[in-house]
C-alpha cells in the first residue's frame, strides 16, 4: 500500500508562488506515474498535471501550462509542483495521485487511472 503526503499549501497573493511537495511510501515510488489533481469550492476535482515515471513525459490541463511545473526526486521518493503567477481561480485543494503501470513514459489525465491518493492540501490565492 502506498501512502502519499501533500504539503506546502498555503495563502498566497496573486501573482505569487508556491512549492507543493508529496511524500511517497510503502512502494516503489520509481514504478508510480504521478499526477497532481485539485478541487475548488463547489467544483468537481479537476486534472492539473501528470509526469511519467522516467519523467520524459508530462501533461498540463491548459489552465496552468507557463506557470505550474511539475518535476519527481525517485531517489527521495518525492513529487514537487512549482506554482508562479498565482491567479484566485487556482485556489483549491490540491491532491497528489500514484497510477499503477508499466510503462515508463505514461502520464495519465484522468482520476480513475490513479490508484492512490494523499489527503491534500490547500491553496489560496487571495489578495
Known amino acids: 500500500q502506498v501512502q502519499l503526503v501533500e504539503s506546502g499549501g498555503g495563502l498566497v497573493q496573486p501573482g505569487g508562488s508556491l512549492r507543493l511537495s508529496c511524500a511517497a511510501s510503502?512502494?516503489?515510488?520509481?514504478?508510480?506515474?504521478m499526477g497532481w489533481f485539485r478541487q475548488a469550492p463547489g467544483k468537481e476535482r479537476e486534472f492539473v498535471v501528470a509526469?511519467?515515471?522516467?519523467?520524459?513525459?508530462?501533461s498540463y490541463t491548459d489552465s496552468v501550462k507557463g506557470r505550474l511545473t511539475i518535476s519527481r526526486d525517485n531517489a527521495k521518493n518525492s513529487v514537487s509542483l512549482q506554482m508562479s503567477n498565482l491567479k484566485p481561480e487556482d485556489t483549491a485543494v490540491y491532491y497528489c495521485a500514484a497510477a499503477v503501470s508499466t510503462n515508463y513514459y505514461y502520464a495519465p489525465r484522468l482520476e480513475y487511472q490513479y490508484t492512490y491518493w494523499g489527503q491534500g492540501t490547500q491553496v489560496t490565492v487571495s489578495s
Open positions: 509526469i511519467s515515471r522516467n519523467s520524459a513525459n508530462t
Open positions: 510503502g512502494g516503489i515510488f520509481s514504478s508510480y506515474p
